[in-house]
C-alpha cells in the first residue's frame, strides 16, 4: 500500500519553503505573505489552546472567501480540530442546523453571516468569532473571553523577540484516515448529510493536482478563487493545491458576477482557470458570441483555405477574456452546454470538464485537454477506480460506482446513509448513471441523484424547496426545475377544493404567487423560484410513486 505523507506536515514545509513569497490577497484588498499567514496560524493556535479547544473538536467556519477564511480554516487543521464549512449563503435557519448537528465548539462567521444568525439557536457553541479579525462576537466562556482580550500578550511571552521559520511545528494527525473535516451536502435537517473527509482524501485530491498541473503551474503562478472554499470542488483546486505549491491565490470576496469575473481574470491573469459550466458560458455568450457572430465572420469561417487561422484568431480573443495567461480551464459540478462545447473544440481552446463528489472530496475523473475526449468528464484519476454497473458499459448506461483512497469516512452520524452509499466492498455509489469507453472515458448520460447548480456553483437541492412548498396553500405536489438558469416550480394544485371554494383560474394564480413570495422569504438567493407553474394533472409517478422527473425537464 501507498505511503501517505502527513498532510499538515505539508502545509508546515510550504509555509517554511515559500516564506517571503505572497500566498493569498483579497482582490482589492491585503495581500498574505507565507510567513503571515504562519503567524495568524499561531495566533488562532493560542486563543485555541487557551479557550481549552481540544484536537477532534469542530471548529465551524461561514463566510465568503477571503484571506481570513482560508487562514482559519488551515489554523483548524494543523492544530488537529476538525474543519467545518458552511456556505455563507445558507439561510440563518440552515446555518444554525449544521452547527448543532456537528457539535461545533467555535463558529467563525464572516460579517453578513454575524448580521443574520440568532446565537440562542446554537446553544452548544462556546463563541463566535467574527472571521475579518478574529474578535469574539458570542463567549459563553471565561477561558474564551480571557484568550481574545489577552491575545497579544499571550503571542508575545511565546515568542519574546519575533516569529521565525523554526517556530512553526504543526500537529500531525495520527493516521491517514483522521478525520479532517466534515462537508454538508445541503443545509436543511431532514436532507443534510454531513461528509467526513479524512487526510488521506485531502492528500490524494491534492497528489492528483500535483500529477496532472504540477509541471505547468509554477511557483508564485496566480489563480482566482471563484467557488465557494464550503464547497470540495474550489476548496482543493482553488486553495490547498496552489497553496500547497507555492502560488498566489486571489479571492474575490464579493458576489463574482460575470464583470467581476471578468475584470480580475484581466488582472490578475490566472494560470488555470476552475468554474463550473455557467460561469464559462456566461463570458462566451456574453464576451466572445458578439463579436464572431456577424456575417463577415460566418463567410470566413466557411473559406477553407483560412478557416483555420480565423479560428486561431477566436481561439487566442478567447483566452484574452480569460486573462490570457491560462494552461487550461477545468470545468465541472454540471453538464457543460453543447453550443458552448462544441464551439470551444472547434477553435482548439484549451478546456477540460471533469467529474467528482464531495463525498470523494472531490475528485473521480479528469483528462488533460490534449487528450480529453468532447462530451466525457475523463478518466479515473490516480488513487481512484471506477466502474460502470451496468451488463455493457460502453452502450447501455449504469450507476458510476467509484472507489480509491479519496473515497469519505462516511455520513457523520447518520450509518444508514453511509451502507446506502458505500457498500461492503468499498464502492461509492454516485448516483449518477453514465457509460465508459473503452479507453475509459466516462460519459454521463443522467444525473439519479436530481442534484441542480447554482450560478456560483452552489448544489441546490429540489427536494429541500419542494418539501417547504408542498406544505403551502392548495398546492398538492410540486417538482423544481431549471430553465435558462432560472428555477422554476411546477405545482399541481388541490383543484377539488379549489372547485368547493369555486376559485377561477385566476384565483389559483394568485394564490400561487403569493405561496412563491412566501418560499423565497424561506431560500437563500441561488435558490429563489422565478415563478410558479399550474399543472392540472398529476404528475406521472413509477410503480414507488416516485414523480418521474426526466418528463417535466
Known amino acids: 500500500m501507498e505511503t501517505i505523507p502527513s498532510f499538515n506536515e505539508l502545509i508546515e ?5 515559500f516564506w517571503d513569497k505572497d500566498a493569498l490577497t483579497d482582490y482589492k484588498g491585503q495581500t498574505l505573505q507565507y510567513h503571515d499567514v504562519a503567524r495568524k496560524i499561531e495566533k488562532v493556535h493560542i486563543l485555541f489552546e487557551n479557550s481549552g479547544i481540544q484536537r477532534g473538536d469542530k471548529i465551524a467556519l461561514c463566510g465568503r472567501n477571503s484571506s481570513q477564511w482560508a487562514v482559519a480554516f488551515l489554523a483548524t487543521l494543523t492544530y488537529g480540530a476538525v474543519a467545518v464549512p458552511i456556505l455563507h449563503e445558507f439561510m440563518p435557519e440552515q446555518i444554525h442546523n449544521i452547527v448543532n448537528h456537528s457539535d461545533a465548539k467555535l463558529l467563525f462567521a464572516g460579517d453578513h453571516v454575524v448580521g443574520t444568525i ?27 473571553t480571557y484568550a481574545r482580550e489577552n491575545l497579544n500578550a499571550l503571542y508575545g511571552q511565546k515568542f519574546p523577540k519575533y516569529f521565525r521559520k523554526e517556530h512553526v511545528n504543526y500537529y500531525r494527525e495520527s493516521s491517514p484516515d ?42 508564485g503562478d496566480s489563480i482566482i478563487s471563484i467557488l465557494p472554499m464550503a464547497h470540495m470542488y ?30 480580475a481574470l484581466a488582472e490578475v491573469k ?27 465572420m460566418r463567410l470566413l469561417l ?55 463528489a464531495t463525498e470523494c472530496a472531490p ?60 457498500d461492503k466492498d468499498g464502492w461509492y455509489h454516485t448516483g449518477d448513471l453514465g457509460t465508459m469507453d473503452y479507453e475509459g472515458n466516462v460519459y454521463i448520460n443522467g444525473r439519479s441523484k436530481n442534484m441542480l447548480l447554482g450560478p456560483s456553483g452552489q448544489n441546490i437541492y429540489p427536494e429541500e424547496i419542494e418539501d417547504k412548498l408542498n406544505s403551502m396553500a392548495m398546492v398538492v405536489e410540486s417538482i423544481v426545475v431549471q430553465r435558462d438558469n432560472k428555477l422554476v416550480a411546477l405545482v399541481h ?51 414507488k410513486k416516485s414523480i418521474k422527473r426526466y418528463l417535466y425537464k
Not at 436543511?188 to 505547468?216: E, H, Q
Not at 473521480?364 to 475523463?378: K, V
Open 270 to 296: 490566472p494560470r488555470v482557470v476552475i468554474a463550473v459550466p455557467l460561469v464559462i458560458e456566461k463570458i462566451v455568450r456574453k464576451r466572445v458570441f458578439p463579436k464572431i457572430q456577424n456575417n463577415r
Open 13 to 17: 514545509k510550504s509555509v517554511i519553503d
Open 302 to 356: 466557411q473559406m477553407p483555405i483560412i478557416s483555420q487561422k480565423v479560428r486561431e484568431m477566436i481561439c487566442q480573443e478567447v483566452l484574452k477574456a480569460f486573462g490570457g495567461n491560462m494552461y487550461e480551464i477545468i470545468i465541472g459540478g454540471a453538464a457543460f452546454n453543447q453550443e458552448v462545447e462544441q464551439f470551444l473544440k472547434r477553435i482548439n481552446f484549451p478546456y477540460t470538464v471533469g467529474f467528482g
Open 234 to 263: 474550489g476548496m482543493a483546486f482553488e486553495f490547498i493545491f496552489e497553496f500547497l505549491h507555492g502560488c498566489h491565490v486571489y479571492y474575490l470576496n464579493r458576489t463574482p458576477s460575470p464583470a467581476i469575473i471578468a475584470q
Open 118 to 144: 440568532t446565537p440562542e439557536e446554537m446553544p452548544h457553541l462556546e463563541g463566535i468569532i467574527r472571521n475579518t479579525d478574529f474578535s469574539v462576537i458570542v463567549s459563553r466562556s471565561e477561558k474564551l
Open 493 to 543: 394544485p388541490d383543484l377539488e377544493e379549489a372547485r368547493n371554494l369555486k376559485f377561477t383560474k385566476e384565483d389559483l394564480e394568485g394564490i400561487m404567487e403569493q405561496n412563491r413570495t412566501t418560499l423565497n422569504e424561506l431560500l437563500p438567493a441561488y435558490e429563489k423560484i422565478s415563478e410558479i407553474e399550474i399543472h392540472d394533472q398529476e404528475f406521472a409517478k413509477t410503480p
Open 363 to 422: 475528485i473521480i475523473c479528469y483528462s488533460d485537454w490534449h487528450t480529453f475526449a468532447p462530451g466525457s468528464c475523463g478518466r479515473a484519476v490516480i488513487h481512484m477506480q471506477v466502474k460502470i454497473d451496468s451488463p455493457d458499459p460502453q452502450t447501455v448506461p449504469g450507476e458510476i460506482l467509484a472507489k480509491g483512497l479519496n473515497v469519505m469516512l462516511g455520513y457523520y452520524k447518520n450509518e444508514e446513509a453511509t451502507r446506502e452509499a458505500i
Open 178 to 219: 483522521e478525520m479532517a473535516l466534515i462537508n454538508y451536502t445541503s443545509g436543511t435537517t431532514g436532507f443534510s448529510k454531513g461528509v467526513m473527509i479524512p487526510y488521506r482524501a485531502i492528500w490524494s485530491n491534492y497528489d492528483f493536482a500535483c500529477n496532472v498541473l504540477g509541471k505547468t503551474i509554477k511557483q
